[in-house]
């Protein structure tokens, strides 16, 4: 950067709608564009906007590649996601550019956790406390409390930093059967709770009272959360989406027919973190499908937090170039 260059407001830009408080960090030091909506900024619209840019704020499915980085030309030096993996980002292209890649800071992690097992308890809650689950064994006379749940088996499918957590916290709160399945081989957990039990992914379908979706299938050649995954679920179980990113891991269509036609009891979706949620108008018709609650300011809305999080890294990284320079 020249001289001129160090005194002017570096511009972002952002490739989808974030909560008003990560808008606020950035406002303070740069200006920013940004691509309004909820949904995956339009791949042409991604190349015109980036033209100039000092750094790039993505979500998840945003694929930002070579084509993307000629596009946004030499003053680019950052480019920062709000999702916990770089799948789309292609990191060595960056590198070979001088382009400095940030991640979600793992911190947030906890916040994700804390987020799905509350989940858990309310879509439990929900299948206990509704009369057309009397049919599979539940009672509306049931708690949906914690001591009711702890000799149920939970399942954890991902054992990533979110799915530790999890299994961390169901354990703190007196749960006595979890297993889980290492959707990526190549990986090795060695924090992961003694108390877990490694199973492979049928019995993990199999044996799951309670089956929380924590990670991505490393094949993405097809969903392994579909119709033939659902047909060996228990009558009685439920499924909690802990990270709406997962669209291509799930068969949200199969999902819903499942549900529909009472394969397994119930579902609870997060519907608070980045992207929309495929096939969510049809979903949330159905009355054994539970959202998280919508609501701007909740201390439970991890977008909020990772916002924040991410600006203020994005913000640190630029002032720290700036200043090298």
């Not at 609870?268 to 959202?291: A, D, E, R």
Request: net charge negative.
């Amino acid at each position: 950067m020249d001289a001129m260059s160090f005194f002017r407001r570096p511009k972002v830009y952002v490739t989808r709608r974030i909560p008003q408080k990560g808008v606020d960090v950035l406002l303070r030091d740069c200006d920013i564009s940004m691509w309004d909506s909820e949904n995956t900024v339009v791949r042409g619209e991604l190349l015109y906007n980036v033209a100039g840019v000092d750094a790039i704020l993505c979500m998840a499915n945003d694929i930002i590649d070579s084509v993307v980085l000629d596009a946004a030309g030499s003053n680019l030096k950052v480019v920062a996601t709000m999702c916990n993996t770089l799948d789309d980002i292609d990191v060595e292209a960056c590198n070979k550019s001088g382009i400095r890649v940030l991640s979600c800071p793992n911190l947030c992690s906890e916040g994700r956790a804390d987020l799905t097992v509350s989940l858990m308890l309310l879509t439990l809650k929900r299948a206990a406390t509704d009369p057309r689950n009397l049919t599979v064994g539940y009672s509306v006379t049931n708690s949906a409390c914690w001591e009711k749940c702890a000799n149920q088996i939970f399942g954890i499918y991902g054992l990533n930093t979110t799915g530790e957590t999890i299994a961390k916290r169901l354990k703190e709160v007196g749960v006595n059967s979890i297993i889980a399945f290492e959707s990526n081989s190549n990986k090795l957990w060695n924090n992961v709770e003694s108390s877990v039990k490694l199973v492979d992914f049928a019995d993990l379908l199999t044996q799951s009272d309670v089956l929380c979706i924590c990670d991505e299938n490393a094949d993405k050649s097809n969903a392994r959360f579909n119709k033939d995954a659902f047909k060996q679920m228990k009558k009685n179980a439920v499924i909690v989406v802990g990270e709406n990113g997962l669209s291509e891991n799930l068969d949200y269509i199969s999902l819903y027919e499942a549900l529909r036609d009472g394969k397994f009891l119930a579902a609870g979706i997060n519907s608070c973190n980045q992207g929309p949620v495929p096939f969510q108008y049809p979903l949330s018709g159905l009355h054994n499908c539970v959202f998280l609650p919508q609501t701007q300011e909740s201390g439970f809305d991890v977008r909020h937090k990772t916002s924040v999080a991410v600006a203020n890294r994005l913000l640190t990284e630029l002032k720290y170039l700036q200043a090298s320079n």
